[in-house]
């Protein structure tokens, strides 16, 4: 019970609201006031933001101590950002770090002189956040673990999978501020691979039904859900969704595999975020954002709750790994 009672006052703090004289005494004592702006949830992010704080930690910048963190969570409902963001530029933040697409172009779009460190997995160069990756340039930087492109590799994954499924549904949130780029690599995928998708859209919780109906009227073989921060908030939600139409799913993020999903192939969430701490660290130190490239996470993996065949042609079965039991 003790423990249970920690967790919650530690989410508590974390939550924003009880920051918030904290950061007004940190402004009068001179301790660095750094705003942490999410498209997601605590719910959804605590372990993320264990690996964030641990990296600031490692950096000489211990929260509460040494430095206070300005928490704000959108939930998956993106126009909650630009207030947010403005508001952290109201409260003379020293970094803005922002995770998620929509997070970081809010913060962009907030402030062109703050310093910016955003982790999420869309190109930032079409986004239009920097210049290049090797030389950003301007008040912006941060770690692209590139996601969205994978998407392709997880359509080809989903079809190895199940060869014979004549349609594949894809769950896509069209709110996204780059989801024209990820719609139309979504259908180049497809085409690559000669399969018929149906993309399925969903903003907000009540679409998930509408979803769930589609899915059994077109007689979809198999799912997958597109990367996207809302539906990483709501991954118990979406495989079970999966789980109650009987259909085959692939993920982004393997905590899609430990809620029970199927399948997932992407990159380390937990190394992304602790990267973001050590760069929003060292930018603390007196480093510029534009000095610093864009971090790329190349090293991708799958994660499934299948067991591999150990003589079988498919790329799939020969490169799955199973889960740990625990």
Not at 7 to 29: C, E, N, Y
Not at 73 to 87: C, V
Request: aromatic share 8%.
């Amino acid at each position: 019970m003790a423990s249970h009672i920690e967790r919650r006052k530690f989410l508590a703090t974390l939550g924003g609201a009880a920051a918030w004289p904290l950061a007004a005494r940190a402004q009068q004592s001179g301790m660095p006031l750094i705003g942490f702006l999410s498209s997601l949830s605590l719910a959804a992010t605590e372990r993320f933001v264990a690996a964030f704080r641990q990296a600031l930690s490692e950096s000489g910048y211990v929260e509460g101590k040494s430095l206070t963190v300005e928490y704000r969570w959108a939930e998956g409902q993106y126009d909650r950002l630009p207030p947010f963001a403005a508001d952290l530029v109201r409260r003379q933040v020293a970094v803005i770090a922002a995770f998620g697409p929509p997070a970081a172009l809010a913060a962009r779009a907030a402030t062109a002189t703050i310093p910016i460190v955003f982790v999420h997995g869309s190109d930032p160069v079409k986004l239009g956040l920097v210049a290049s990756l090797n030389r950003p340039g301007g008040n912006i930087t941060g770690i692209n673990f590139f996601s969205n492109t994978l998407e392709a590799k997880r359509l080809e994954l989903l079809h190895e999978l199940v060869p014979t499924a004549a349609l594949i549904a894809v769950l896509f949130n069209p709110t996204r501020s780059d989801a024209g780029i990820q719609a139309n690599d979504l259908q180049a995928a497809a085409h690559a691979i000669e399969k018929q998708i149906v993309i399925l859209n969903a903003a907000s919780e009540r679409d998930f039904e509408t979803v769930s109906a589609t899915l059994a009227q077109q007689r979809v073989g198999a799912l997958l859900v597109s990367a996207d921060p809302f539906f990483t908030a709501r991954r118990e939600q979406i495989v079970a969704l999966a789980a109650r139409q009987g259909i085959p799913a692939v993920y982004e993020l393997r905590e899609f595999v430990m809620a029970g999903g199927l399948m997932s192939y992407g990159t380390s969430l937990i190394d992304a975020y602790r990267q973001a701490g050590i760069y929003a660290g060292r930018i603390l130190k007196g480093e510029k954002p534009a000095d610093l490239p864009v971090m790329q996470s190349t090293n991708s993996s799958l994660y499934s709750t299948l067991r591999p065949r150990r003589r079988s042609a498919s790329k799939f079965q020969t490169s799955c790994s199973p889960w740990p039991t625990r």
